[in-house]
């Protein structure tokens, strides 16, 4: 949403309202625009809209990010785990806890879903703020945190989901079918993910950053594929 109203003011769609604020814009592509000239010609200085509504997006993300590491955070805390670091990558956020490896794989399970489960439980917050104020802002928040539930829950290595997975299937199978399956389902979802981003950037021209996404998310994966194929050898 953040791209697209960025791409929504380079073609001068969606213009706010004439004003005299200085980081006004003239949109002279705009039709709409072009109906109120000022004296020198060009259209009236006008309120960037879609810049404030992307930059909105993206805070409204980073909120979500860090109340997904909250969670994380917040189940690390009441097994004490001390947490060592925070890195961010292309994927998103990652914590360091080494104290984890201590935790059996029910509460180590209990750790990688707190984080998913803190962003549902606020979009589920944020969307009755929104059906009682009757703000729109607020559906955005919870949009926000829905997608990045869904996106880390997705089975792949090092996302929530895939760890999930692992957990899960080492638990009742081992570690070594648990690192298999997680490697072969992630490859293969984030193989998906790539056919779709590159069907979407050639139908519709928009699926550039989804295509980067799904590719870093394959690229990922390829470490495990490879351990997993040593480990069966072995």
């Given amino acids: 949403a953040c ?13 706010g309202r004439v004003t005299d604020v200085p980081w006004a814009f003239r949109f002279l592509k705009s039709h709409e625009a072009m109906q109120t000239l000022g004296e020198d010609g060009l259209p009236l200085p ?17 909120a979500a990010v860090a109340l997904h590491e909250c969670g994380h955070l917040a189940m690390l805390r009441l097994f004490r785990i001390p947490v060592e670091g925070l890195r961010l990558t292309a994927l ?3 914590l360091y806890a080494d104290g984890t ?17 803190a962003n549902l439980l606020c979009a589920l917050l944020a969307a009755l703020l929104a059906r009682g104020t009757q703000q729109g802002l607020f559906y955005v928040f919870a949009g926000a945190n829905v997608i990045l539930c869904a996106y880390n829950l997705l089975p792949i290595q090092p996302l929530d989901g895939g760890r999930a997975l692992y957990l899960v299937t080492a638990f009742f199978f081992g570690p070594m079918v648990g690192d298999a399956a997680a490697a072969v389902v992630g490859t293969a979802c984030a193989l998906s993910l790539l056919v779709l981003g590159i069907y979407l950037s050639v139908v519709s021209g928009i699926g550039m950053f989804f295509l980067f996404a799904a590719f870093s998310l394959l ?11 040593n480990a069966v050898k072995v």
């Fill in 92 to 94: 998103g956020a990652e």
């Fill in 101 to 117: 490896r201590r935790l059996s794989y029910g509460r180590e399970l209990l750790v990688t879903l707190a984080g998913p489960a």
């Fill in 219 to 229: 690229w990922g994966t390829l470490p495990q594929l490879a351990l997993a194929k």
């Fill in 46 to 62: 006008r309120h960037p809209g879609q810049l404030y509504e992307a930059i909105c997006y993206a805070l409204f993300f980073f």
């Fill in 3 to 15: 791209f697209i109203r960025l791409g929504n003011l380079m073609n001068s769609e969606i213009i």
